[in-house]
């Protein structure tokens, strides 16, 4: 069985990779067999995330050229998560649909795609070739506006947008910032989850630690987690002690 969720957002900068690299840990938590792929050919930073070679030769791109098989280049991160990750180019090369697909179609468990920011070509072939897609926003009016082009893609694309949902990252940073009604309602698409601005999550990036892992505490990492759960229809209780924990920490500062 393979579930391929796409992490798209219109947008750059609202925190696609962030999600993807978080989620896939925290589904891989939740028991599940996890594949992150980084499929922003021309901004690819997940390996960065992930404390990764920034410029692998065993690539998604390697792959796509049929210099390697797919198994062959997916790197191990320290977790057991597997990660195919995209080589340092300085161009958006046009992914070919029916190689990604075969590419797809080789693996097995859930597949996280960290897509490009804008509405690019490659964007249009993630979003066909996806079972899921979350949309990522931040509650700000040109986030918005971007997503809901993109949703206007998974119209076109997929006819429905029944398996699409809108996460809104970043929340709370700003008081002047739309609201959850406001943002459901331009994008006719639900709110499945809200990561807040995390300072902690700041952290782990400079770390290249994700969050759910540099701080099982922090309010970020239990929002993701919540998601993994929901995604996969799993459980999830967050930790009574992470408010204790989150205070000891700061005393240990
Ligand atoms: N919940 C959060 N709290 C605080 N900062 C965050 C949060 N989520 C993301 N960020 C910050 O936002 C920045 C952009 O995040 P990220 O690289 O994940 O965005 P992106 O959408 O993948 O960008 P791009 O479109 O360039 O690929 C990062 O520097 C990260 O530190
Ligand atoms: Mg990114």
Redesign the pocket.
């Known amino acids: 069985m393979r579930k391929v969720i796409s992490v798209v957002?219109g947008k750059?900068?609202?925190?696609?990779?962030?999600?993807a690299a978080n989620l896939a840990l925290a589904l891989q938590e939740f028991g599940e067999k996890v594949i992150a792929i980084d499929c922003?050919l021309a901004?690819s930073?997940l390996a960065l995330h992930l404390d990764l070679h920034p410029n692998p030769e065993k690539s998604l791109q390697s792959v796509l050229e049929g210099k390697r098989n797919v198994l062959d280049a997916i790197a191990i991160h320290k977790t057991g998560l597997m990660v195919l990750p995209s080589s340092h180019v300085t161009r958006e090369d046009v992914i070919d649909p029916g190689k990604f697909k075969r590419v797809l179609s080789k693996l097995d468990g859930v597949v996280i795609i960290?897509a490009?920011?804008g509405l690019t070509q490659n964007l249009h072939t993630i979003i066909s070739l996806s079972d899921e897609i979350i949309v990522?926003t931040n509650p700000e009016i040109p986030a918005v506006a971007d997503a809901m082009k993109v949703v206007e893609v998974i119209k076109e694309k997929k006819k429905t947008t029944e398996n699409t949902w809108c996460v809104v990252?970043?929340s709370d940073?700003i008081k002047q910032q739309l609201n959850d009604t406001e943002i459901e309602m331009a994008l006719e698409v639900p709110i499945v989850s809200k990561?807040?601005?995390?300072?902690f999550?700041?952290r782990s990036?400079f770390e290249r630690v994700p969050v759910v892992r540099y701080n099982p505490y922090a309010p970020?990492s239990i929002e993701y987690r919540k998601l993994a759960a929901w995604l996969v229809d799993k459980r999830y209780e967050p930790p009574k002690i992470a408010t204790f924990m989150r205070f000891i920490q700061r005393l240990r500062r």
Not at 195 to 199: A, G, L, S, T
Request: hydrophobic share 20%.
């Open positions: 957002s750059g900068g609202v925190g696609k990779t962030t999600t922003d901004g930073n960290d490009p920011p990522v990252t970043k940073e990561i807040p601005y995390d300072k999550l700041k990036i970020s």
